[in-house]
């Protein structure tokens, strides 16, 4: 497959903050944030709870007001959209949500949820929709049945896939997925993302995938921005981010990561836990410097005076680190670079879908 560098997403210098009461001071739960999104990619957002994950998503989608920063869908300003300027936008931008039992009307049938898209666009013949909404739950692994049927009568994992097909529906060219697999079994999960794959490479469309799971994100991202508080600490090709972690916040995040082998993963928590109790006394977290400064067990008195830039490094990646490379000497990478390989070949091959029992 041909790779397209056609930009579909720009997020530029956002800047999201609210207030915790009327007179306090502004909390900035996005501050100067920047990502790109190119088409037929999935730009992975990382980061724990708290992060900002969420808020991004739905600074995009229009769901909470932006302060600053300039937020493109191919090539348009859709930072401050009127509300009907903001509908037309469904036909090119859709979203997945963690929890499909609260995305999906449970008074509605399967058919209707996935016929709403196409019909808010107003676009589309009934027989249209009606092909289309065969066609989807065909691509989803869904017999064309149920779409008669109501999503109290799915499984979890196949309700999830209702919402993906429903994401299609419009053929968009940007789906946020905002914790899609999270709410899932394990093995769920896998299929899920593979399902996604495969839909990429059917439909050339392009994911936003949030998650708080580097394990996830390296299976099914080309690329990752790495968040904290609200600032991006790391971007670059995930084989990179996840092979070579170049900020100490990266590296804690693979650490938490679960592996397969027991005695590796011993070793990792250790290793967590000693960068924990290690942590440079006297290094507070200011609104000056790094967020991550009174976290890190590599901080010093500069990290928590000034606030780093995000600069380019020559492999591709960016970091936002003062003490970048030379806080690499003081860890031990042999616990990442033992387990961090290309990500995992899918558990099904390319094309094939789960019958919808299984899932």
């Known amino acids: 497959m041909t790779e397209d560098s056609t930009v579909v997403l720009d997020v530029q210098n956002l800047r999201v903050g609210f207030r915790r009461r009327r007179r306090a001071a502004m909390f900035w739960a996005l501050d100067g944030v920047s990502l790109t999104v190119r088409r037929g990619r999935t730009m992975g957002l990382v980061g724990e709870s708290g992060s900002g994950k969420s808020t991004l998503a739905k600074a995009v989608l229009g769901l909470t007001p932006v302060q600053a920063g300039r937020i493109e869908l191919l090539g348009q300003d859709i930072t401050a959209l009127k509300p009907k300027q903001r509908r037309r936008l469904g036909k090119s931008l859709q979203a997945v949500f963690q929890d499909p039992n609260s995305s999906l009307n449970p008074s509605y049938t399967i058919g209707r949820s996935l016929a709403e898209p196409m019909r808010a666009q107003a676009v589309s013949t009934r027989q249209q929709v009606s092909d289309r909404v065969t066609q989807l739950l065909d691509e989803v692994g869904l017999d064309a049945s149920a779409a008669n049927r109501y999503p109290r009568q799915f499984s979890g994992g196949q309700r999830q896939r209702v919402s993906i ?195």
């Open 165 to 359: 097909a429903r994401a299609l529906m419009t053929s968009p060219e940007v789906v946020i997925a905002d914790e899609a697999v999270s709410a899932l079994d394990l093995s769920v999960q896998a299929q899920i993302l593979n399902l996604l794959s495969d839909l990429q490479d059917e439909h050339q469309v392009s994911y936003l995938f949030i998650s708080h799971d580097m394990s996830v994100v390296r299976h099914v991202c080309h690329d990752v921005t790495v968040l904290y508080r609200g600032q991006v600490m790391e971007v670059g090709p995930t084989s990179l981010v996840t092979r070579h972690p170049a900020h100490p916040y990266t590296r804690a995040l693979l650490l938490a990561a679960p592996v397969a082998n027991p005695a590796l993963q011993r070793v990792r928590h250790a290793a967590a836990d000693a960068a924990a109790v290690v942590a440079r006394p006297g290094v507070p977290a200011t609104d000056a410097g790094c967020p991550f400064a009174s976290r890190c067990p590599f901080a010093v008195a500069v990290c928590s005076e000034q606030r780093p830039e995000l600069r380019p490094l020559p492999d591709g990646r960016s970091v936002a680190c003062h003490r970048y490379p030379e806080w690499l000497d003081e860890a031990h990478e042999t616990v990442l670079t033992s387990t961090n390989t290309d990500p995992a070949p899918k558990q099904q091959p390319v094309g094939s879908r789960p019958p919808a029992t299984t899932s």
